[in-house]
C-alpha cells in the first residue's frame, strides 16, 4: 500500500492538461471493435480502468494497434467478436463490467466478467434486470447482483425501460444491447445522466434518436469506423479546479477540458459558490464540446445541491466537499444516494476523511451538510481505495495547516496516471 504526503502549497500556477476523458476513452474501444473498419483514437486515456476494456477486446479478437499516441482499432463488425478463452477481468472499472454485460448480452457466444475485490461489491442488477427482460441470460453471485457475471449470449428483443436512476453506466448497457436486439429499445431517466454513449453511437451511424430523457435505438444496423479525438476529462480536471479556487493567490489554465453539459455540473456548482472560472475558447472536436477553463482563487460560499445538478456533477461530489469545507457557511447535497454505491462509500468516505481535518460534516442517506472551515488540519487520510477519495484528500492537503498524508494512492492509477507529476507542476508555480 503506498503512501503520499502533501505539503501545504505556496501557490498554484500554471497552464496544463489533463488525461483524456475515462467514459469517452471506454467507448471509443467498444463502438471501435464493433465498427466495420479502422478507428483511430487520439487522447486515449491509459489508465487501468480503459486498459481493462481495451484488454477485454483483445482478449475477444480485435486487432488494437498503439504507437503511444494514436490507438488503430480494426474493428470486425457487429457479429465479428469471438469467445474469450477465459474469465475477463474489469479491474476497478464499473463502465467496463456494466457496459460490457450490454454488449455481450447480444453475442453468440458465453463470457465471464469479474473485478477487483471494489467492483465485485458494487449492484449488478441494475442491468441484469433490463437485460434479461430483453432476453438475456445472466447469472451472477447474489441472484445475479454480483460479479462475477456469466453471459450466455444470444437473441434479444427491444424493450421499452423506464430507469429508477439517472445512470449513464444503466441506460448505455441498454442501447448497446438495443444494437442487437429486434425492433426498437427506448431508455427513460429521471434525469439526464451523461450522453457519450448516444453522441458516439449517432458518430458511428447508429439508428439512434434521443429527445431530452428519453433514446431510442434501433437494431440491425452495422457502425462504421470513426476517428475519435478524446477530449480532457473534466472528472481528472475537477481537482484543479478546485485547488485553483481554495489556493490563496492561485490562477491555473486547463487546456482542451470537455465540457459536454451532462458533465458540466462541477464547474455550475463552483461557480453559484462564487468561484472564478471562465471557459475560453470553446470550440467542438468530434461532436463532443470542448474549452479551455481558466480558474482564480476564490472566497467561496456555501450553497445546496440537488436534483439535476446531481447526475451532472456525480462524479465530482469528493472534491465538491473540500471545496465546500473551505467555503464560507455551510453546503447542502441531497438526491445523491449512488454515491453510497461507487468505487467506495462516497458520503462516508468523505464525511470520515473530513472529519479528521477538523470538518463538521453530517452525513444523510441520500447526502452531507459541509459546514465551512479556514483551513484544515493536518490528517491523515485513508482513500479506501478509491482513485477519487484519494485526490480530493490530496488537493484538501494543499491548505492543510501543515503537511498530510493519504494512505492507498495506487488507485489514483484507475483514472489519472500522471496526477503526482501535475501536482508537484502546479504546485512548484
Ligand atoms: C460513467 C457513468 C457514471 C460515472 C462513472 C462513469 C460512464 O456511473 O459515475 O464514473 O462512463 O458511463 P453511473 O452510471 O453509475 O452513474
Redesign the pocket.
Given at each position: 500500500m503506498n503512501s503520499y504526503t502533501v505539503h501545504p502549497a505556496k501557490c498554484v500556477k500554471g497552464e496544463i492538461t489533463v488525461p483524456g476523458d475515462?467514459?469517452i476513452s471506454?467507448r471509443s474501444i467498444m463502438l471501435g471493435s464493433i465498427a466495420n473498419g479502422v478507428t483511430t483514437v487520439t487522447g486515449f486515456l491509459r489508465g487501468e480502468d480503459n486498459m481493462s476494456t481495451l484488454n477485454a477486446f483483445k482478449a475477444m479478437g480485435v486487432q488494437i494497434e498503439d504507437d503511444g499516441v494514436t490507438l488503430r482499432i480494426h474493428g470486425k463488425g457487429l457479429h465479428g467478436l469471438t469467445e474469450a478463452d477465459d474469465v475477463i477481468d474489469c479491474g476497478n472499472s464499473?463502465?467496463s463490467i456494466r457496459l460490457l454485460c450490454g454488449l455481450l448480452a447480444g453475442q453468440s457466444f458465453f463470457s465471464v466478467l469479474t473485478g477487483d475485490k471494489y467492483l465485485r461489491k458494487r449492484p449488478m442488477k441494475r442491468v441484469v434486470t433490463p437485460l434479461a427482460a430483453m432476453g438475456a441470460k445472466i447469472a451472477g453471485r447474489a441472484g445475479g447482483e454480483k460479479a462475477p457475471l456469466g453471459i450466455t449470449g444470444g437473441a434479444l428483443s427491444g424493450i421499452s425501460y423506464e430507469s429508477p436512476v439517472?445512470?449513464?453506466?444503466?441506460k448505455?448497457a441498454i442501447l448497446l444491447a438495443g444494437l442487437y436486439a429486434r425492433g426498437e429499445t427506448v431508455v427513460r431517466e429521471p434525469h439526464l445522466?451523461?450522453d457519450?454513449s448516444e453522441r458516439m453511437l449517432r458518430h458511428f451511424g447508429a439508428d439512434i434518436e434521443a429527445s431530452g430523457t428519453e433514446v431510442r435505438v434501433r437494431g440491425g444496423r452495422e457502425l462504421q469506423a470513426r476517428e475519435i479525438v478524446v477530449p480532457g476529462d473534466i472528472s481528472s480536471a475537477a481537482f484543479f479546479l478546485v485547488a485553483g479556487l481554495i489556493v490563496p493567490g492561485a490562477e491555473l489554465l486547463i487546456k482542451g477540458v470537455g465540457v459536454n453539459p451532462t458533465r458540466t455540473g462541477i464547474i455550475d456548482i463552483l461557480m453559484l459558490m462564487g468561484g472564478d472560472i471562465t471557459l475560453l475558447n470553446n470550440r467542438e472536436i468530434g461532436g463532443e464540446p470542448v474549452a479551455d477553463l481558466l480558474v482564480r482563487s476564490s472566497n467561496l460560499h456555501g450553497i445546496e445541491i440537488s436534483g439535476d445538478l446531481v447526475?451532472r456533477a456525480?462524479?465530482e461530489f469528493p472534491v465538491i466537499s473540500v471545496a465546500a469545507a473551505m467555503a464560507s457557511g455551510k453546503t447542502v447535497v441531497s438526491d445523491a444516494r449512488?454515491l453510497r454505491v461507487?468505487e467506495t462509500d462516497r458520503i462516508k468516505a468523505m464525511a470520515d476523511n473530513l472529519r479528521l481535518a477538523g470538518v463538521i460534516v453530517d452525513e444523510a442517506d441520500d447526502g452531507m451538510t459541509v459546514y465551512g472551515t479556514d483551513k484544515f488540519k493536518v490528517f491523515h487520510a485513508d482513500s479506501c481505495g478509491d482513485h477519487r477519495i484519494a485526490m480530493s484528500m490530496l488537493i484538501a492537503g494543499l491548505v492543510a495547516d501543515g503537511s498530510c498524508t493519504v494512505d492507498d494512492v495506487e488507485c489514483i492509477a484507475t483514472s489519472f496516471p500522471n496526477f503526482f507529476s501535475l501536482l508537484e507542476q502546479v504546485s512548484r508555480g
Amino acid at each position: 500500500m503506498n503512501s503520499y504526503t502533501v505539503h501545504p502549497a505556496k501557490c498554484v500556477k500554471g497552464e496544463i492538461t489533463v488525461p483524456g476523458d475515462k467514459s469517452i476513452s471506454h467507448r471509443s474501444i467498444m463502438l471501435g471493435s464493433i465498427a466495420n473498419g479502422v478507428t483511430t483514437v487520439t487522447g486515449f486515456l491509459r489508465g487501468e480502468d480503459n486498459m481493462s476494456t481495451l484488454n477485454a477486446f483483445k482478449a475477444m479478437g480485435v486487432q488494437i494497434e498503439d504507437d503511444g499516441v494514436t490507438l488503430r482499432i480494426h474493428g470486425k463488425g457487429l457479429h465479428g467478436l469471438t469467445e474469450a478463452d477465459d474469465v475477463i477481468d474489469c479491474g476497478n472499472s464499473g463502465t467496463s463490467i456494466r457496459l460490457l454485460c450490454g454488449l455481450l448480452a447480444g453475442q453468440s457466444f458465453f463470457s465471464v466478467l469479474t473485478g477487483d475485490k471494489y467492483l465485485r461489491k458494487r449492484p449488478m442488477k441494475r442491468v441484469v434486470t433490463p437485460l434479461a427482460a430483453m432476453g438475456a441470460k445472466i447469472a451472477g453471485r447474489a441472484g445475479g447482483e454480483k460479479a462475477p457475471l456469466g453471459i450466455t449470449g444470444g437473441a434479444l428483443s427491444g424493450i421499452s425501460y423506464e430507469s429508477p436512476v439517472a445512470s449513464a453506466q444503466v441506460k448505455s448497457a441498454i442501447l448497446l444491447a438495443g444494437l442487437y436486439a429486434r425492433g426498437e429499445t427506448v431508455v427513460r431517466e429521471p434525469h439526464l445522466s451523461r450522453d457519450h454513449s448516444e453522441r458516439m453511437l449517432r458518430h458511428f451511424g447508429a439508428d439512434i434518436e434521443a429527445s431530452g430523457t428519453e433514446v431510442r435505438v434501433r437494431g440491425g444496423r452495422e457502425l462504421q469506423a470513426r476517428e475519435i479525438v478524446v477530449p480532457g476529462d473534466i472528472s481528472s480536471a475537477a481537482f484543479f479546479l478546485v485547488a485553483g479556487l481554495i489556493v490563496p493567490g492561485a490562477e491555473l489554465l486547463i487546456k482542451g477540458v470537455g465540457v459536454n453539459p451532462t458533465r458540466t455540473g462541477i464547474i455550475d456548482i463552483l461557480m453559484l459558490m462564487g468561484g472564478d472560472i471562465t471557459l475560453l475558447n470553446n470550440r467542438e472536436i468530434g461532436g463532443e464540446p470542448v474549452a479551455d477553463l481558466l480558474v482564480r482563487s476564490s472566497n467561496l460560499h456555501g450553497i445546496e445541491i440537488s436534483g439535476d445538478l446531481v447526475p451532472r456533477a456525480i462524479d465530482e461530489f469528493p472534491v465538491i466537499s473540500v471545496a465546500a469545507a473551505m467555503a464560507s457557511g455551510k453546503t447542502v447535497v441531497s438526491d445523491a444516494r449512488e454515491l453510497r454505491v461507487k468505487e467506495t462509500d462516497r458520503i462516508k468516505a468523505m464525511a470520515d476523511n473530513l472529519r479528521l481535518a477538523g470538518v463538521i460534516v453530517d452525513e444523510a442517506d441520500d447526502g452531507m451538510t459541509v459546514y465551512g472551515t479556514d483551513k484544515f488540519k493536518v490528517f491523515h487520510a485513508d482513500s479506501c481505495g478509491d482513485h477519487r477519495i484519494a485526490m480530493s484528500m490530496l488537493i484538501a492537503g494543499l491548505v492543510a495547516d501543515g503537511s498530510c498524508t493519504v494512505d492507498d494512492v495506487e488507485c489514483i492509477a484507475t483514472s489519472f496516471p500522471n496526477f503526482f507529476s501535475l501536482l508537484e507542476q502546479v504546485s512548484r508555480g
